[in-house]
């Protein structure tokens, strides 16, 4: 497995970039945390168990194929057109065979890689809570690790064609996303968009047409906790990130993670203030909602721009985030109880385009505009054809007796919390 590393990367930043990315899963167990919280208490076991489950499978499907395509090698698929490059895929070996022989850059690479996989299959997975079931996550969890994730980081990690786009057409540096705010969380925004659509709303969310009934979530406590453990992860993610992809020097990163943190926290005052205006007084899932748009936000910002800059990027998320929950959920039926196409999918594409508003560098809009379009008019027809095709095989939704059980006893038998009462919802009775 020979692949390109576009500059010599020092052993103290190898030191220092494989701490950070030991420290950076408490991100995903924070939106796992976040995920369960704002489920049914009746659905909670299976939530979780289910999260390790979608991890599992898309860290050995990325294994078996994912990294070949994902990674930059010698000889990756490219053709021509009008004499420029097109690279579209790498072609490295199945199964990390030749792993010992590659450089310590490219092992960080592959590391940062196997987090990033692991992070985009939970966010479909919360979007589908309480009807989606074990062996259809596996099944969505394996499609994304093996072939829709390795093209998207390719093309933005990988010496893929967007991340050429400034040695191609001299549009400022190329498509640029240190955190991963287009492979992980836009990709993973869509992808929950998709299972939404396929799956549908849970019974007695819409009673009648124009009318929703609010189902909230079991364990707010849960919710804000994993924000504030998400918040760790995402410092380090972030700045692992920028040492990785956007060849950061060391006395950079203070200014990342700050830029981080600013970015969660204007959004998490923007969200609480507009709840407080719009109900009367803050809510508590949504302003959780509001401070993870911001560090999804970050995730493209914090290492390209200034610190006013990323704050303004949080704000915009924090004002956008709770008024297109409540337009998905009100004006066009979607039920996302994670709220995870606002978060993840609609701050990752602002992130984007904020990094190209706020950067420097002449045409840098224009790469991270190519890079959006991509995602919105490329992936997510592919996304939700892949989806509706193994929905054929595999269905994804559970039968209604099990969804009125709930996920627990039907899919573990038994239920997270034996010694509560399970209360029914009116409409099943």
Same mark, same amino acid.
């Given at each position: ?15 220092? =970039? ?9 991100? @995903? ?48 698929? $490219? ?115 998709? $299972? ?16 929703? =009934?609010? @189902? ?6 849960? $919710? ?52 407080? @205006? ?18 999804? =936000? ?6 390209? $721009? ?69 995602? *919105?008019?490329?992936? *997510? ?49």
């Amino acid at each position: 497995m020979t692949t390109l590393s576009p500059m010599p990367f020092p052993e103290t930043s190898f030191a220092l =970039t494989l701490v950070l990315l030991l420290v950076a899963p408490l991100a @995903i167990a924070g939106i796992a945390l976040v995920n369960v919280g704002l489920g049914r208490s009746r659905s909670s076991a299976q939530s979780m168990l289910g999260m390790l489950v979608v991890v599992s499978t898309a860290a050995i499907a990325f294994t078996v194929v994912g990294f070949a395509v994902s990674a930059e090698t010698a000889k990756d698929f $490219v053709f021509h057109v009008a004499s420029k490059p097109w690279d579209w895929a790498g072609e490295g070996h199945f199964l990390l065979s030749g792993l010992a022989a590659t450089s310590a850059r490219e092992q960080l690479a592959l590391l940062f890689e196997f987090l990033s996989v692991a992070l985009v299959v939970l966010i479909p997975w919360g979007s589908g809570a309480d009807r989606l079931r074990l062996p259809a996550g596996a099944a969505i969890a394996a499609v994304l690790g093996a072939f829709l994730f390795p093209f998207v980081a390719h093309w933005t990690w990988g010496g893929g064609w967007l991340e050429q786009l400034g040695a191609n057409f001299s549009l400022g540096r190329g498509f640029l996303d240190g955190g991963g705010a287009g492979p992980i969380h836009a990709l993973g925004g869509l992808a929950a968009l998709a $299972v939404v659509w396929i799956t549908g709303p849970r019974k007695g969310k819409f009673p009648r047409e124009g009318l929703s =009934t609010a @189902i909230p979530g079991h364990n707010v406590i849960y $919710v804000l906790f994993g924000c504030l453990v998400a918040l760790v992860g995402w410092l380090a993610w972030n700045t692992a990130g920028a040492l990785l992809w956007l060849n950061a020097m060391p006395a950079a990163l203070v200014v990342t993670a700050v830029n981080t943190l600013l970015s969660a926290a204007a959004a998490l005052v923007a969200t609480f203030t507009v709840t407080r @205006i719009r109900f009367g007084k803050p809510d508590a899932s949504l302003c959780a909602n509001g401070w993870l748009a911001g560090l999804v =936000t970050s995730s493209a910002c914090a290492g390209v $721009v200034p610190p006013l800059d990323a704050l303004l990027a949080g704000l915009v998320a924090g004002i956008v985030t709770p008024l297109l929950v409540e337009l998905f959920e009100l004006a066009l039926s979607i039920d996302d109880p994670s709220g995870a196409i606002s978060v993840h999918g609609a701050a990752g594409l602002w992130g984007l385009i904020a990094a190209g508003i706020f950067a420097p560098q002449q045409g840098q809009f224009v790469a991270q505009l190519i890079g959006v379009s991509t995602l *919105l008019g490329l992936m *997510l027809p592919l996304v939700y054809l892949v989806f509706w095709l193994v929905n054929r095989v595999i269905a994804f939704r559970a039968d209604p007796d099990g969804e009125r059980l709930g996920m627990d006893l039907h899919e573990l038998g038994g239920n997270a919390y034996p010694e509560f009462v399970v209360h029914r919802d009116e409409s099943y009775r």
